[in-house]
Nanobody
């Protein structure tokens, strides 16, 4: 089973930046569709961005377009989420997810493998 571990969360002020990392401990991520999700206080888990390297496609939810960027370092078997111009509404637990199919979806049900999450708090 694919094992994912997130890191990089923390407390930042509005307008600040943060980079999250998600590393695979037991498998190569090259063939996987990758995504980031988040769950804010009192909210359901929502998709932030998904990416499929096999298709070369990436899709961001509207609220993070122009602010967040997903990237991948194949040599380190790691996927990143660079978050800029952070807002209070970005607060939540962020999860990385992967699926063996080259899907492009912000639906959490489309992803089989999940990390345990890392807390991001945006507050002044």
């Amino acid at each position: 089973q694919l094992q994912l571990v997130e890191s990089g969360g923390g407390l930042v002020q509005p307008g600040g930046s943060l980079r999250l990392s998600c590393v695979s401990l037991a498998d190569n991520l090259d063939a996987y569709a990758l995504a980031w999700f988040r769950q804010g206080p009192g909210n359901e888990r929502e998709g932030v961005v998904c990416s499929s390297s096999t298709t070369g496609s990436t899709y961001y939810r509207d609220s993070v377009k122009g602010r967040f960027t997903i990237s991948r370092d194949s040599a380190k078997n790691t996927v990143y989420l660079q978050m800029n111009s952070l807002k209070a509404e970005d607060t939540g637990v962020y999860y990385c997810a992967a699926d063996s199919l080259p899907t492009l979806s912000l639906n959490p049900d489309a992803f089989q493998f999940w990390g345990q999450g890392t807390q991001v708090t945006v507050a002044s």
